[in-house]
């Protein structure tokens, strides 16, 4: 008989929703699962990282960042810089304003344990991250949500989420661009959704982990200094295409308690010091393009092509496929079939051999939907392809 140790019965009793290790079986001819940017890294972040050596004497060597705990807090200046650079912060942005976090999940779940626990809830919208709402759950905390509506094309309304908004509810999260339809809230959205929270006097969560492909002007981080209760969560997984090195950060206002109380949960050095030093050196990569620095371009041209040939097959083929709302130059979005009753739409795309995530898990979706992340340019043609044979087999 297997050994069940006495754990905590949140967990035991609950199924994870998680989609990372949930992949179908069948050929891979085309992978539009994990959405981490197509783009090649810069090769000074290899330079940089082949630059440690070993000490061996008291004048030469470069280890420090490898052998010692990390403690500085360089990597906080580079990034208030980087949005100066933007337009972002110039006069009040500075490092006291970040956090950093073992990726931009591990500071959700720290807001998670500073917020909820148990008997609280959050309010998010369905869907979203599977994982942030595991975690929830897990910390025998109640997930409350607006759902995306399918006959809205699973438009996100702002005004809708707000009329749910209570005193009931103790924290509020919302991603933008979410996750899974690569959809963007307006910025003006946001500040009403924070004004809200501000009157409710709850902490407001904005995942901003896809934000490098929407405007600068659009990020939450503007309103940081307008509300001190809100907070802008950031990672290095996706738009930077640096997910190995688990590295994320959030933005608050130095004016309030918020960062101080979150820092008592993070754990000490949970971010490495490897990863610091590939960031800062990513930071300056991307400034060597500042005209589009995560290649947005082509991201916005695949896209098009995508939901063009979608389109076209409706017709073609009279399938019932759709693109759910979503925003040209984000690299992910959210296929559903209409009224094919039964389907689960990644095992079929799976058998042309592309892989998306199933949307099985996520909160308000089911199995006829999946995210699908553009591959790099050079693999549309074939995505097309493959997609028509998908269709044709519907």
Request: hydrophobic share 40%; with cysteine.
């Amino acid at each position: 008989m297997p050994y069940h140790i006495h754990a905590n019965p949140y967990i035991t009793n609950y199924s994870s929703k998680d989609y990372a290790d949930n992949k179908p079986e069948g050929p891979v001819k085309i992978d539009c699962s994990l959405g981490v940017n197509a783009d090649l890294l810069g090769n000074c972040i290899f330079s940089r990282l082949h630059a440690f050596q070993q000490k061996t004497d008291l004048h030469h060597g470069n280890y420090d960042d490898i052998k010692f705990y990390p403690h500085g807090e360089s990597l906080k200046e580079a990034l208030a810089g980087w949005y100066h650079k933007h337009n972002l912060g110039n006069g009040w942005l500075t490092g006291e304003n970040f956090i950093l976090g073992n990726g931009s999940y591990d500071i959700l779940c720290g807001l998670n344990l500073l917020c909820l626990t148990h008997g609280k809830t959050v309010f998010g919208h369905a869907p979203q991250f599977t994982a942030y709402v595991d975690h929830v759950h897990c910390s025998g905390s109640a997930y409350d949500c607006y759902y995306l509506d399918r006959a809205q094309n699973y438009r996100f309304d702002a005004s809708a989420y707000i009329a749910q908004m209570s005193a009931a509810h103790d924290m509020f999260i919302v991603e933008n661009p979410n996750n899974p339809t690569g959809q963007v809230i307006p910025l003006e959205d946001i500040r009403q959704i924070a004004r809200r929270a501000y009157e409710l006097d709850r902490v407001l969560v904005i995942d901003e982990a896809y934000a490098e492909y929407m405007p600068f002007a659009n990020s939450a981080i503007h309103l940081v200094k307008e509300f001190p209760q809100l907070i802008v969560t950031r990672s290095f997984s996706k738009g930077w295409g640096m997910a190995g090195v688990r590295l994320g950060y959030a933005v608050a206002s130095s004016d309030s308690d918020l960062l101080p109380q979150l820092k008592k949960l993070v754990l000490p050095f949970n971010s490495n010091g490897i990863a610091r030093v590939l960031v800062q050196t990513a930071l300056q990569t991307r400034l060597e393009n500042e005209e589009d620095p995560f290649g947005i371009r082509a991201v916005r041209r695949s896209k098009q092509e995508l939901c063009a040939a979608v389109q076209a097959l409706q017709l073609q083929y009279g399938a019932p496929l759709y693109v759910a709302e979503t925003f040209a130059d984000t690299p992910i979005l959210t296929l559903y079939c209409g009224s094919k009753a039964g389907i689960h739409l990644q095992r079929h795309l799976i058998r042309v051999g592309i892989m998306t995530v199933s949307c099985e898990t996520y909160e308000g979706l089911d199995s006829s939907a999946v995210r699908l992340m553009l591959p790099d340019r050079q693999y549309m043609p074939l995505l097309l392809e493959l997609t028509e044979q998908a269709v044709r087999l519907l």
